[in-house]
């Protein structure tokens, strides 16, 4: 008797499904600008920076080696430096604060809120002072942070509100987009983001004029003219073969979003019974676009493990606050204590979601998920 075929892994992304689909259309262009030798600059990554501006209604938007970088530029844009303080989340990606340091600022953390791990005004509140030049709210799983109320804190101590947006790319709150809340933002094209590139990529947004142009100084050696230097920069460009991919994957983006809210959707018809799961939701006036689905549940580490012998791939995002992790420990800072993003880096688990995931798919997350749950795995 023939052994049952066995059913392919659920991966927690699947990039290669959306690779496929662009092909047709993508690999003309990358022929084209292989045999015209260009890759730095014209007009491939002219045209996907007004792309991604109109997009999200922003008037600006300037291309970056990555999204660290990014960030960083829109700090320095903004005339954050050295001496002064930026509120940063806990619970975030350790670039956030990397970009911090970066500019010689002091990095001060706050609190996320219960509900959707995003960063908690009333923290941000007890965390200000008068050397806050910066608040930095991240806009974490594709969720949007609630700006609006960020920016009378910030107002009221003469800071700026800068966006790390790398995980929202077509998010909205109350129908303005994510990247266009604040005075700058920042995004990465990381691979595996909503908008993903085919290698290191980001941008910095603004509607602001002077700061879009400081931006694109910096990244540039700070010279708008061939060996002309106005100020101190780096080398941080948008390259010509990664304007290419993303202008292919932003023409399907706002359709990819949808389907990732279908599936985000379809799992919490799926797993609504769990009493042992808390699902995420999306906050009033958000329009997420689900880069993650996060679930919280007790004896994570074991539900994951089991999982993994079902066939689900599974990631947690973050396992260690950013205050618990030897390189903070390193820059002896203050370690308080944030008991939210504590308990939900103990708690969180990412399960599969991306566009092209099949209900059948879905299913299986949720069955394995259950048996997980129950003790075992069928």
Known sequence: MNEPKQQLRVPLVDI???????????????LDILTRAA??????????????????GARHCIGS?????????????????PGQEVIVPAN???????AVLRIGAR???????????????????????????????????GQVAPVER?????????????????????????????GTL?????????????????????????DDDAAARHVRLLGAHGSEHKYQHEIMGRNSRLDTIQAAVLSCKLRRLAGWNELRREAATNYHHLLADIDQLKLPWSSPGNSDVWHLFVVRLANRDVIADRLEQAGISTAVHYPVPIHRTNA????????????????AARQILSIPIYPHITPEQQRRVATALKDALAGGSK
């Open 150 to 178: 960020l920016v009378p804190i910030a107002e009221e101590f003469g800071a700026v509100i800068i966006e790390d947006a790398a995980q929202a790319q077509g998010a909205t709150r109350f129908n303005r987009a994510a």
């Open 16 to 30: 290669t499904a959306q690779q496929e689909e662009i092909r047709e259309e993508l690999e003309p262009q990358l």
């Open 92 to 98: 975030t990606f350790i670039a956030t604060v990397e």
């Open 182 to 206: 604040g005075h700058l933002a920042a995004t990465s094209f990381y691979p595996g983001k909503n908008l993903g590139a085919a290698g290191d990529a980001g941008a910095v947004t603004t």
């Open 65 to 81: 080696g990555n999204g660290t970088d990014a960030l960083e530029m829109a700090l320095s844009a903004a005339g954050v430096g």
């Open 107 to 141: 990095p001060v953390l706050a609190d996320v809120d219960q509900e959707h791990l995003l960063l908690d005004p009333e923290s941000v509140r007890k965390s200000v002072t008068s050397r806050t030049a910066a608040i930095i709210p991240v806009h974490l799983f």
């Open 39 to 56: 890759f730095i600059g014209g007009k491939e990554v002219e045209l996907f920076e007004q792309q991604y501006a109109e997009f999200l």
């Open 328 to 343: 903070w420990k390193r820059l002896g800072l203050p370690c308080a204590s944030f008991p939210v993003a504590e308990l």
